[in-house]
T-cell receptor
Framework: DSGVTQTPKHLITATGQRVTLRCSPR?????VYWYQQSLDQGLQFLIQ???????AKGNILERFSAQQFPDLHSELNLSSLELGDSALYFC????????????FGPGTRLTVT | AQSVTQLDSQVPVFEEAPVELRCNYS??????LFWYVQYPNQGLQLLLK??????LVKGINGFEAEFNKSQTSFHLRKPSVHISDTAEYFC?????????????FGKGTLLTVNP
């Protein structure tokens, strides 16, 4: 158990819908990262937040957004969902923004039908 | 920008045999290197990391990896595997400076240990 929690574990929704994925980092970690794992693209970095502020952006679609709240939990919002958005979404956390050692949550499996 | 190539998508081995999972990286800056393991239906677990210092790093579950800067490689090894080592293994790289510490992952190597 890494100490990073993600909810829900599974999510099934229809195209065009909007969902919110939630992540709580390890106790004491200030930085949260979101990754997408799909069969065709592999593991891809989406976005990083540090202490409430966006720090880095990767291959995140405009339909996707994230935020980190004062209690340091983070939410990833996915809207206008398409079949191709079906994937495992992982959250990771690290103690600071300039530390690469990241600890991953169990993931949320999103299925868009 | 960094990139990672894991040369084998699948590696089948017999129990108690040695194994090497290969990883090459590309980067214009100094790097940190990582190996993660993903068991079926689970998240990623950090196996080991290279940040600086000794090029031979030891991790959990008897795994080790060697950083070779001239060959830009970070191969993962275990002298004797167990059935329980069956999992997908990911090599990852990040820059060691600047402001972006995101991880760039390889495509993964599925290690299957057969009895």
């Amino acid at each position: 158990d890494s100490g990073v929690t993600q909810t829900p574990k599974h999510l099934i929704t229809a195209t065009g819908q909007r969902v919110t994925l939630r992540c709580s980092p390890r106790s004491g970690d200030l930085s949260v990262y979101w990754y997408q794992q799909s069969l065709d693209q592999g593991l891809q970095f989406l976005i990083q937040y540090y202490n409430g502020e966006e720090r880095a952006k990767g291959n995140i679609l405009e339909r996707f957004s994230a935020q980190q709240f004062p209690d340091l939990h983070s939410e990833l919002n996915l809207s206008s969902l398409e079949l191709g958005d079906s994937a495992l979404y992982f959250c990771a956390s690290s103690v600071a923004d300039r530390v690469s050692e990241q600890y991953f949550g169990p993931g949320t499996r999103l299925t868009v039908t | 920008a960094q990139s990672v190539t894991q040369l084998d998508s699948q590696v089948p081995v017999f129990e108690e045999a040695p194994v090497e999972l290969r990883c090459n990286y590309s980067s214009s800056v100094s790097v940190y290197l990582f190996w993660y393991v993903q068991y079926p239906n689970q998240g990623l677990q950090l196996l080991l990391k290279y940040l600086s210092g000794s090029t031979l790093v030891k991790g959990i579950n008897g795994f080790e990896a060697e950083f070779n800067k001239s060959q830009t490689s970070f191969h993962l090894r275990k002298p004797s595997v167990h059935i329980s080592d069956t999992a997908e293994y990911f090599c990852a790289v990040s820059g060691s400076g600047g402001s972006n510490y995101k991880l760039t992952f390889g495509k993964g190597t599925l290690l299957t240990v057969n009895p």
